[in-house]
């Protein structure tokens, strides 16, 4: 005789039920079978009002409270969350308003984690949410009761919902509790610290830029919307931020220092720019020495977090309301200038520079507990992201302009200054930009290489041509038939412009390969030639295509304009898919191209003027 099958569990067929939306099921299990509903439906001990409140109503809630014991609007899960929690989380503000009809104990009920709804509810962004349980509260409460703002971990609320990106509710909860942004985090951060911290927040910091136009409308209007809000909530956090005013300054001795002079024996002698040398208990000098470790210097206050984040409007803002905290030295010694200059912000470099002109020239002085002056920063490539451009020539080619630009800022004999590893700024910087260089040589070679191959191509192709007369000659005199075809001339100028432009990009891609590839070559030199052999080739290839169309409407003789048009579009297909691919590479060289075209507009002669009374 065939076994029956077992009988399914009460809370399997309820779970099962609750999957499905259907909810007059599981009144009708548990009106039958009453002592069930205490027992846990999940494998982390949820009972059946955790899942109700996620039906998104309060129906499912209140009738299942007319079956249910009491203590199960109380009953935690695993993780000590009661279905208020859970309420919390997904919004269910109805629901959550019968759980606290029932039992207004559960508004202070704490998760594993410390978390009571409320809290949970800034967590995950739910603001309506939020505003509810804060009324059940009562706004004394919540100003005072650390059970609402802070769980075990020492988090605040506010933190959270930072954390989260929740930035609507986290303004909603500043706005009704200033004192939440003087709250710190076990490792001492504010919220603002947490914001300078989120470079994508911010409209600087995301790397929107040209496939903004790719994103759905949708998507777009959302990051704005995300950009305002947390640039709203800076605004309103900035004021209550005073960390820059603990400022770790150190007396200036005003020393450069030299490096160690070797003599003839083993000793070393340092050499100081200046006679005022720090003494020791002995009242002997001491130099810096060679073996001291470089102190890893991370950013410890919002103005400089933000600085090496890269989030410009949060550092234009603290500079607006504090002035003054231009003036902050870190606990290693860097100020915003060293900051910025190590992780390559260029526009809070230009930032600083327009709006902080007095202050400028201590600035550029401060050399940092490494013995790091502005000009080894530039050098430093410990923070390096890869820079703005796509390629490892043009990285390094926007590395040595950068250090050309700083340059420019520091005193003169700064750039004899040797740091804690007896290194000037430009021994460290050939030392640390080794890789990139060699990854630069490597890749200029090989784009080089590929490239004069396609222009050797087109100069063969173009040569050829200038031998294959379209349509023939005559037998007597030679002359091509079509000479006096205006397409003829057309086809023979097209022709012998793609010649040499192929001929002299192939010998630009040459002058490439067989140059030294030294470094300075990288900030001049080797770019203004890859951006001229690239403007070449492409001319080479549209000019061939050109020539190519013209060669087929001499041969055949299409009087339909309709008919020329189609000719002339499927022969820039190949010219089209050229320039879309090349593009973004040729973008990157228009730096260059411009910077070459203002040195030729300096060598030309200039025309005299002549003023009308002479």
Not at 99 to 107: C, G, I, K, N, Y
Not at 111 to 124: D, I
Request: aromatic share 8%.
């Amino acid at each position: 005789m065939a076994e029956s099958a077992p009988t399914l569990r009460v809370t399997t067929k309820a779970y099962g039920a609750a999957l499905n939306g259907d909810w007059e099921t599981i009144k009708r299990l548990y009106e039958s079978n009453r002592g069930e509903a205490v027992k846990p439906l999940t494998v982390t001990n949820d009972n059946v009002l955790h899942i109700a409140v996620y039906s998104g109503s309060k129906s499912p809630v209140e009738e299942l409270l007319e079956i249910v014991p009491y203590e199960c609007v109380g009953k935690n899960n695993d993780f000590l969350n009661t279905p208020l929690h859970e309420a919390g989380v997904i919004g269910n503000v109805e629901a959550a308003r019968v759980l606290v009809r029932h039992s207004m104990a559960e508004l202070d009920a704490r998760n594993v984690l410390g978390e009571t709804p409320l809290f949970r509810s800034a967590a995950f962004g739910v603001t309506e949410m939020v505003k509810y349980l804060a009324s059940e509260l009562g706004q004394s409460r919540v100003l005072t009761d650390d059970i609402q703002r802070v769980r075990y971990d020492k988090t605040s609320i506010l933190h959270i919902a930072v954390m989260g990106l929740h930035f609507e509710t986290a303004l909603w909860l500043l706005k009704n509790d200033t004192t939440l942004g003087d709250l710190k985090d076990q490792s001492g951060r504010t919220c603002l610290h947490l914001l300078a911290s989120m470079p994508r927040a911010f409209k600087s910091g995301y790397p929107m830029g040209k496939l903004k136009g790719w994103l759905p409308i949708h998507q777009i209007w959302k990051e704005k919307r995300k950009h305002e809000l947390a640039l709203k909530l800076s605004k309103m956090l900035i004021p209550r931020d005073t960390s820059w005013e603990e400022t770790h300054t150190k007396p200036d001795l005003g020393m450069v220092f030299l490096g160690d002079v070797k003599t003839s024996g083993d000793q070393e002698l340092t050499n100081y720019s200046s006679i005022r040398i720090e003494e020791d208990e002995a009242g002997k000098g001491r130099a810096p020495k060679k073996s001291e470790a470089i102190i890893p210097a991370s950013p410890t206050t919002p103005l400089l977090v933000a600085t090496s984040t890269g989030i410009v409007e949060m550092v234009e803002e603290i500079l607006k309301v504090y002035p003054e905290a231009i003036e902050h030295v870190s606990d290693k010694g860097q100020n915003i200038m060293h900051v910025a200059i190590r992780y390559r912000r260029k526009e809070i470099f230009s930032l600083v520079k327009k709006m902080m002109r007095i202050p400028m020239p201590r600035l550029v002085r401060k050399i940092d507990d490494n013995g790091y002056t502005l000009f080894h920063h530039v050098a430093d490539m410990r923070d390096y992201g890869g820079g703005t451009q796509p390629n490892p020539a043009l990285q390094l080619q926007e590395e040595l302009q950068w250090f050309e630009s700083v340059r420019e800022l520091i005193p003169t004999h700064y750039e004899l200054h040797h740091n804690t590893k007896d290194e000037v700024a430009e021994e460290f910087f050939e030392r640390s930009h080794k890789e990139l260089l060699n990854e630069a040589q490597n890749w200029l070679k090989r784009t080089a290489e590929s490239c004069s191959v396609i222009a050797v191509l087109i100069a063969t192709a173009a040569f050829t041509a200038a031998y294959t007369v379209p349509g023939g000659s005559d037998e007597k005199t030679g002359l091509p038939l079509l000479l006096h075809n205006p397409f003829f001339i057309a086809f023979t100028v097209l022709d012998v412009l793609s010649l040499v432009s192929s001929l002299t990009c192939v010998v630009l891609f040459i002058a490439i390969v067989t140059s030294p590839f030294r470094l300075r070559d990288f900030r001049y030199s080797l770019p203004r030639k890859l951006t001229f052999a690239f403007t070449f080739l492409f001319l080479s290839v549209a000019l061939m295509m050109l020539a190519f169309s013209v060669t087929v409407l001499l041969l055949v003789h299409m009087k339909k304009r309709w008919s020329m048009l189609v000719v002339y579009a499927v022969a820039f297909v190949p010219v089209t898919v050229f320039a879309i691919i090349q593009f973004p590479l040729y973008a990157s060289f228009v730096g260059t191209l411009r910077e070459s075209l203002s040195l030729m507009r300096m060598l030309l002669p200039r025309r005299p003027s002549y003023s009308r009374n002479e």
